[in-house]
């Protein structure tokens, strides 16, 4: 008999069970995890060095980097953000540093660090972990309502509040579906698009800073209109890198989290809009290569106007049919504008997607209308709570997802410990 169970050893299972053993003193807690191991994830998170947030400390900021749970964090936000993970891991002698781009890692630059920390706080309180535990049904219990019974194997345990925080399992899914939740259908988010293009084939590697637009996909030309109401916001800009499949980088995986949906109902095959160059609209464009035009003797291969990798440059020459040995004298006006277009408007084909760097979030999850998000508490069970990636959140890449599962075990602790408070109250 518990007072607590945590299901899930990992980010968000320890972040809670944490914090309801600092908040509350001869509470009996475990953490039930199914592997070998705890903390999985986080070993192997940000490349092995755990990015564990972001430097954003605005709620409203942090709350655009989530495609699903956008208005639902808001609040919890404003409870616990960024700010205080750094705090909770400072008051623990972990130092997180900020990189260029605004993510946040342990200093040691190692997510071993994280883990420690966690396995050291979790054994000081005195909260049990057990491994090998997978657990396999929840139910009420029969003779007491008020309890939960957690079955493992051919066991079960009893306990007053029960954390399910699973990440996205399939399995825990649908135990929860059967008692009653809705589970948002489940589907990838944060991949690489695939595209064979002569444009981009033979430049991997290479990166620029790039504005990649989702186009209404004609293959349902039927639905055409509804298809080019969606995809109106699949719109992004950042760094854009070429690789051996197709394009990655922060500004296509931003479109595959924010299109997750979409694309997948597309099956993923669409078009996407490049713009190279996203200083530039096409006429403006147009204008300087008019003026280039007058002045330089050069090959137009030779002479590359606008920032841009040198490699790339040739190839969209190459693709606005301009010979490698053409000056900007011999160019015609036509050719011009058709280097324009490829380099602000490119239209590339989608066929299918890949993961990137092995990093993958699911987007689906135990609907959010049936949370109480200023406690993580199940609207329609008593005493659960969900904390995590097995609530339907997921964000774009940058240590945001571990935000949500740090804001969600922080609040979810903060409800059952009030809840255990008041309850002992009323006994
Ligand atoms: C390779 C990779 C790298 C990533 N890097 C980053 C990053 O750097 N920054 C970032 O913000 N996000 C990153 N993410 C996303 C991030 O790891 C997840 O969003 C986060 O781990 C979710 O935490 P969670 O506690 O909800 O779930 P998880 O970390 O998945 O933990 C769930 C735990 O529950 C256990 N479990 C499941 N079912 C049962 C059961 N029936 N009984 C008992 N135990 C069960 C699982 O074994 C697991 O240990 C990365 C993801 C991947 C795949």
Redesign the pocket.
Known sequence: MYDVLV???????FYAAIHIAENRDNTKIAI????KE?L???K???GGR??VTHAEFNPSELSKNYPRGEKELLGPFHTYASGDTVGFFEDRGVTLKIEEDGRMFPVTDSSQTIIDCFLTEAARLGIEVKTL???SGIELSEENKNLWKVKVGDNAFLTKKLLL???S?P??WSYVQALGHTIVRPVPSLFTFDIKDERISKIPGVATHAEVQVLPNRINSNKKSKIKQDVSGLISDGPLLITHWGMSGPAILKLSAWGARLLEQNNYQFKVQVNWVPDYHKNGLLELFLKVKEVEKKTVLRTKVVDLPKRLWANLVKAAHIKDDMTWPEVSKQQLIALADQLTAGIFQVNGKSTFK????TAGGVDLKEINFKTYQSKLLPNLYFA???INVDAITG????QN?WTGGYIAAKGVVEDLNTNVELE
């Open positions: 299901i899930g050893g990992g980010a968000a299972g039930l995890e199914r592997g705890v999985t994830k986080v192997v998170s940000g755990c990015n535990c997978a657990v925080a699973t990440g399992n399995k825990m092995e990093e993958f979030v995590g990636e097995i240590g945001f997802n571990f599962a």
